[in-house]
Nanobody
Framework: QVQLVESGGGLVQPGGSLRLSCAAS????????MDWYRQTPGKQRELIAR???????YYLDSVKGRFSISRDNAKNTVYLQMNSLSPEDTAVYYC???????????????WGQGTQVTVSS
């Protein structure tokens, strides 16, 4: 079994910063892409940042220059540093990872439970 556990969400004032973490555990052989998504009520979940196994990154235009994704392969953990937060960033943030398990034959996407980020004064 594989689990992704997120942490670091909460309430922050506009202009503030938060750092989200997502740790994968279980019978993991290899992790490929690690992603951060977010979702607000009534809207589809959207991909906001991705980091590949080789370190390449992708960012949604609206978070470029404010958010930074990184990963620690030794800890099977992905991070999202969020700066200059605005109320429009309020959402539930989810991590996802493409994982090959020790007994698996292909990479499978696993998801965390989500963490609430609220930007408000």
């Amino acid at each position: 079994q594989v689990q992704l556990v997120e942490s670091g969400g909460g309430l922050v004032q506009p202009g503030g910063s938060l750092r989200l973490s997502c740790a994968a555990s279980g019978n993991i052989f290899s992790i490929n892409d690690m992603d951060w998504y977010r979702q607000t009520p009534g809207k589809q979940r959207e991909l906001i940042a991705r980091i590949g196994a080789g370190g390449y990154t992708y960012y949604l235009d609206s978070v470029k220059g404010r958010f930074s994704i990184s990963r620690d392969n030794a800890k099977n953990t992905v991070y999202l540093q969020m700066n200059s937060l605005s109320p429009e960033d309020t959402a539930v943030y989810y991590c996802s990872a493409a994982i090959l398990t020790l007994d698996g034959r292909k990479y499978v996407d696993y998801w965390g439970q989500g963490t609430q980020v609220t930007v408000s004064s």
